[in-house]
T-cell receptor
């Protein structure tokens, strides 16, 4: 069974700090990786996606992928209270089967 | 606001009622999805439509009946639901099924079964 694991949190960081969110996956054939942010009572919002090993940066967000170690991470620089949300990691395999979501990590940025 | 539009935003219904959830996208996406999400849990896939054909049904009870009238619209017909079916129902779309493109979610319909 394909599994995606995340620490459930809550992960608390002070405002202005770097928040580091991690995700591991069991299917070595996974090819595409997605990070979604979900505010309480709202729908998931796409933050980043990454396909290749290494880093991908978009503003304050950096996704990091290491396929050999089967993990993907999301770094949020200069964290703001508005970043407080649940972050969902989703993984798709090389057959393009549908997303497997991790359980999500709750991030709390303290002012 | 997202480019995937879901109506209604909230729905309260009794166990004997029949209602429908609607989803619409005009991004030219050919894959559309229904998810169910309970509080503090990740979304659970229910159905996948690819080019207007049902490609995946994740063993969903028959009281949920999906329909894809055309490439822009997706419906979920509800009948004789149970209290445990109360949840946030999310529609999503992607360019195609079975590729590496992200899914884009609508705002969801919050469903309460009395």
């Amino acid at each position: 069974q394909k599994e995606v694991e995340q620490n459930s949190g809550p992960l608390s960081v002070p405002e202005g700090a770097i928040a580091s969110l991690n995700c591991t996956y069991s299917d070595r054939g996974s090819q595409s990786f997605f990070w979604y942010r979900q505010y309480s009572g709202k729908s998931p919002e796409l933050i980043m996606f990454i396909y290749s090993n290494g880093d991908k940066e978009d503003g304050r967000f950096t996704a990091q992928l290491n396929k050999a170690s089967q993990y993907v991470s999301l770094l949020i620089r200069d964290s703001q209270p508005s970043d407080s949300a649940t972050y969902l990691c989703a993984v798709r395999d090389n057959y393009g089967q549908n997303f497997v979501f991790g359980p999500g990590t709750r991030l709390s940025v303290l002012p | 606001d997202t480019e995937v539009t879901q109506t209604p935003k909230h729905l309260v219904m009794g166990m004997t009622n029949k209602k429908s959830l609607k989803c619409e996208q005009h991004m030219g996406h050919r894959a559309m999805y229904w998810y169910k999400q309970k509080a503090k849990k990740p979304p659970e896939l229910m159905f996948v439509y690819s080019y207007e054909k049902l490609s995946i049904n994740e063993s969903v009870p028959s009281r949920f009946s999906p329909e894809c009238p055309n490439s822009s619209l997706l419906n979920l017909h509800l009948h004789a639901l149970q209290p445990e079916d109360s949840a946030l129902y999310l529609c999503a779309s992607s360019l195609r099924d079975r590729d590496n493109q992200p899914q884009h979610f609508g705002d969801g319909t919050r469903l309460s079964i009395l």
